[in-house]
């Protein structure tokens, strides 16, 4: 049986700070230059540490989860794109066709796409889809709540249990992907709330809206967040202004910390997921790695608040989980080089004489 939110929340611990020591040791051993491998070598220690263990294993086999929802603020004419795109798009993924699907196949790695607020009917053949469809979507977020407190906790209990049983069937390494038109504006509501910044500077063009749909956007948001208190607690600020896959991204988060098994976050939805995964549960930053730095602004605001440093910066704005599955080579690699590398001593190295 998955644990529920709270019992899962209570298995989350620290990662282990011995472990990563024994790594920041082992590279000072390794046949290079101190530090000359940069910040593979920070992943490496950050991986040791939540493995707790030194060398870490190679993160393998990988999970992407694919979260799919829709958004009732939509109403508000804060996109272009009606909610029937978020169908589409998860039938695109059933059928291997969009870009996270290439990418995957690359990596060998698995893609799961879960339902957990598609509004409008997925065409086609449904083979292969987690449905676990909360509610169709949610309510305007301008209006009112966007769910009900019980609805972002069963968002989030979808995560876990998506998360639980990859870590079940073997997965090592999990990577976060989303699918719903409107998310960036929940996103945004949710990174400003989190974070303090001014809705104005976290929200961006989505899937490339124009001057007076952004004006329209940032007014939405900020009129959802005046009626919020202060503080308002994560699982009542998700229900206000989030959206059924952030929580449900939320939740795999999660699920990957309570197993110490590192999460790779993709772009701003997903930062977002982080933000409220870690007001539920502090320690679980501490398993996440930024896979990229999206141009939506809201991706580096959040990142900053999370301490995390994202490992590329191409200028994606995809989403999928596109930006995550580009940085598991690097990830799986810091792993490989902290193992396998020799050090001076195993392969006969002179080392430099002022640390001999």
């Known amino acids: ?81 009606p909610a029937e795109v978020t169908a589409q798009m998860v039938a695109n ?19 799961h796409v879960v339902d957990v607020g598609v509004a409008t009917p997925i065409p086609g053949d449904h083979g292969g889809l987690v449905e676990a469809k909360v ?19 069963a968002a989030l209990e979808v995560g876990i249990e998506v998360g639980t049983q990859a870590i079940a069937a073997g997965a090592r390494l999990l990577v976060t992907g989303d699918m719903g038109i409107g998310n960036t504006t929940a996103s945004a509501a949710l990174i400003a709330a989190l974070t303090g910044a001014d809705p104005a500077t976290v929200t961006g063009r989505g899937t490339g809206i124009d001057d007076a749909m952004l004006a329209t956007k940032v007014a939405v948001i900020e009129r959802a967040l005046r009626r919020l208190g202060a503080p308002t607690p994560p699982l009542t600020l998700l229900a206000e202004v989030g959206g059924l896959e952030i929580a449900g991204l939320a939740g795999y988060i999660l699920a990957g910390a309570a197993h110490r098994v590192p999460v790779v976050l993709d772009g ?89």
Not at 8 to 17: F, H, K, N, Q, T
């Open 93 to 111: 993924f059933l059928g291997g066709g969009a870009a996270i699907n290439v990418l995957a196949r690359q990596l060998g790695a698995t893609v």
């Open 135 to 153: 509610a169709a979507g949610t309510r305007d977020l301008a209006e009112g709540p966007a769910l009900s407190v019980a609805e972002a906790r």
């Open 1 to 81: 049986m998955t644990d529920s939110l709270e019992d899962l929340i209570a298995r989350i611990g620290e990662v282990d700070a011995a472990a990563a020591a024994a790594a920041r040791e082992r590279q000072a051993r390794l046949t290079k230059p101190a530090g000359s491998l940069g910040r593979l070598e920070e992943l490496g220690e950050r991986l040791a540490a939540i493995a707790g263990t030194c060398p870490p294993p190679v993160p393998t086999p990988v999970d992407i989860a694919v979260f799919a929802g829709d958004h009732g603020v939509l109403a508000q004419g804060v996109t272009p794109w």
């Open 268 to 356: 701003v939805i997903a930062v977002a997921a982080a933000l409220v995964a870690r007001a539920l549960a502090p320690s679980s930053v501490d398993y996440c790695i930024a896979g990229h730095r999206s141009v939506e602004p809201g991706a580096s605001t959040g990142l900053a608040a999370l301490g995390l440093e994202p490992l590329v910066d191409l200028g994606l704005r995809l989403g999928e989980g596109s930006g995550a599955a580009l940085a598991v080579p690097l990830v799986q690699a810091a792993a490989a080089l902290l193992g396998q590398m020799a050090t001076f001593e195993s392969a006969g190295v002179i080392e430099r004489a002022d640390r001999v």
